[in-house]
């Protein structure tokens, strides 16, 4: 009897684990943040293809999404098991990949897009680098630690050597791009600069006042990956099919903007409730170095620099040791 009841305890166990693995397939919540960047994630939502892909392998899928502004607060609730997947520039993804290795394994999923960003100002004086003094006020999402702030770092360590790769930082003001662009195109702040990305650089752009300092491609040798998604190695496993699903939409969603822009344009709009012309946001779409594509580009380039600066304790080998291995496939660096 004590062999039989530990026997129904086995299986009753086994059957409670199978009941709750069951349970998790079929369930994924997305964190996007606000902006073109995502129209990927757009594309995934407003045309269903998660739900599309999970039927094709006899599973239904609820998907839920959210919208979260700022790389902080999206890894929070990645490792707080409150969402599935989140998305970041390239090197918040880094960061938490870097800090979590052994413990919760979080890489990247895909690729966003490649898409630069550009830093710009309405400071006449201001051409380069060099140019910018302790007056003038830096503009980006999460000063010290974000997309913008980490490229500016690497470019700052070619510059001025790598012992002052943080130059910038004291100069440096943490605020969303909607108001940076706002504060910029008025004029009259202490924001005179701005590390921008699309569509704000576009409209900030069209004032006579601002101009161009460098572009993010400039620093990565190339056009480069912006923004990444990224999860646990928890949910990569457990969730064998409702990952496949979710990686063969962003394929098909890439493919979607590359044969229509113009619906593209639309999707975005719709989704994102914008207020911008669809001319504009067609002209970002169609504009030559903007690539939404769900392969990495250069990468490994943040993943090496931000090594060398100390920013990242472990080396990675390659793109491949950061990115689940279902993206191997594509082309990638």
């Not at 004032?207 to 928890?234: C, E």
Request: hydrophobic share 40%.
């Amino acid at each position: 009897m004590p062999f039989q009841t530990t026997l129904r305890r086995l299986a009753l166990a086994a059957a409670l684990l199978a009941g709750a693995a069951a349970h998790a397939e079929g369930r994924i919540s997305i964190a996007q943040q606000f902006g073109i960047g995502y129209l990927i994630l757009d594309v995934v939502q407003d045309q269903k293809l998660i739900e599309k892909h999970g039927r094709a392998q006899g599973l239904d899928i609820q998907v839920e999404w959210s919208q979260i502004s700022g790389a902080t607060a999206m890894n929070e609730a990645l490792l707080a098991g409150s969402l599935d997947v989140v998305s970041a520039g390239v090197p918040p993804m880094l960061t938490l990949w870097d800090r979590t290795r052994g413990r919760q394994n979080v890489k990247a999923v895909a690729a966003l897009g490649s898409l630069p960003n550009y830093l710009i100002t309405n400071n006449p004086k201001v051409r380069t680098l060099k140019d910018l003094g302790e007056k003038d006020r830096i503009a980006v999402p999460a000063a010290g630690t974000g997309f913008q702030s980490r490229t500016l770092q690497i470019e700052t360590a070619r510059v001025f050597g790598r012992d002052d790769f943080k130059r910038f930082d004291t100069i440096s003001v943490s605020l969303p791009h909607p108001e940076a662009t706002a504060a910029l195109v008025a004029g009259g702040s202490e924001i005179n600069t701005h590390f921008s990305s699309a569509p704000f650089y576009y409209q900030a752009l069209e004032n006579p006042r601002v101009h161009k300092v460098l572009s993010s491609y400039d620093i990565l040798g190339g056009p480069a990956t912006f923004n990444v998604l990224y999860t646990t190695q928890k949910f990569h496993d457990e969730n064998p099919k409702t990952y496949k699903a979710f990686y063969a939409a962003l394929l098909e969603a890439a493919q979607v903007i590359r044969a229509d822009r113009q619906k593209a344009a639309d999707v975005f709009i719709r989704v994102q409730k914008s207020r911008l012309s669809r001319e504009l946001v067609r002209r970002i779409i169609e504009d030559p170095e903007n690539d939404f594509t769900a392969s990495p580009h250069r990468t490994f380039v943040y993943a090496d620099e931000l090594h060398k600066l100390g920013v990242l304790k472990n080396r990675a080998g390659s793109w491949k040791d950061y990115f689940f291995e279902e993206a191997h496939a594509q082309p990638g660096s």
